[in-house]
């Protein structure tokens, strides 16, 4: 239940309980829905308060007590209904500000924003000073304004924070999206670098002469044989040192 509903139901309570006093009616079934009413047990209370209509079909403050426990129960069009049987004495009464009042209320929560307004502006008229009648007709007028205008104020303002959402979402992904393929690009180009790179430290395939051929040859086979006659000096040596060993 949304802070506004709070306040008018609470305004709708002082106004039913002084309505019933002010009215001095004594009535048995009206106080007894009363004191239900107080204890929040609207259901008993709109039994008892249906009694005392029965019992006097003129009784303002059974039917303006009724209303204020349907509307409590959120059964607004009982409410209203209950508002409508006392049309034509309670706007010539004293209380005739709080009956366009609480009219307004229930047409709110019909969402008949055209007769919301209608009501709080005779409210207003009839009681200048209430603040509350006062805010309520700016509400219901710019409810009004909002559905005349296709939707509801707060209904376009969700839609264009949705579509906002909807469009940095897209931006979002389309960064993503421009940033792989950056990162893929760099991926590529580094490869491309590595491959170049590989291919500079290969030894490149020179083409030789023949006597070229036979120089690199005649060395390698020098070298053999540097390194052949090495290994039998070696063992030749390895041989005499045995040999001392074993004369001595």
């Not at 004191?35 to 079909?57: H, T």
Request: aromatic share 6%.
């Amino acid at each position: 239940m949304s802070e506004k509903m709070k306040r008018i139901l609470t305004i709708l309570t002082l106004l039913t309980l002084a309505l019933t006093a002010s009215a001095q009616v004594d009535r048995h079934d009206v106080r007894a829905g009363n004191r239900k009413f107080n204890k929040e047990e609207y259901k008993q209370a709109e039994i008892d308060y249906r009694k005392a209509v029965v019992k006097d079909s003129l009784s303002v403050a059974g039917e303006y007590n009724l209303a204020s426990a349907l509307y409590r129960q959120e059964d607004f069009d009982g409410a209203g209904k209950a508002l409508d049987a006392i049309k034509d004495l309670a706007p010539v009464s004293e209380y005739a500000g709080d009956y366009y009042f609480n009219q307004g209320n229930i047409a709110l929560q019909k969402e008949d924003y055209a007769s919301a307004v209608e009501s709080f502006k005779q409210s207003l008229l009839l009681n200048p000073g209430d603040l509350d009648a006062k805010e309520n007709y700016i509400y219901a007028k710019k409810k009004l304004q909002d559905q005349q205008n296709g939707g509801g104020g707060q209904d376009n303002q969700d839609q264009n924070q949705d579509q906002d959402q909807d469009n940095q979402d897209q931006n979002q992904n389309q960064d993503n999206q421009d940033q792989n393929q950056n990162q893929d690009q760099n991926n590529q180009d580094q490869d491309n670098q590595d491959q170049n790179q590989d291919q500079s430290q290969q030894p490149q395939d020179q083409k030789i002469s023949p006597q070229q051929a036979q120089q690199m040859l005649q060395a390698i086979q020098a070298k053999e044989k540097e390194t052949q006659d090495k290994v039998k000096k070696e063992k030749a040596e390895l041989l005499r040192s045995k040999q001392k060993e074993k004369n001595w």
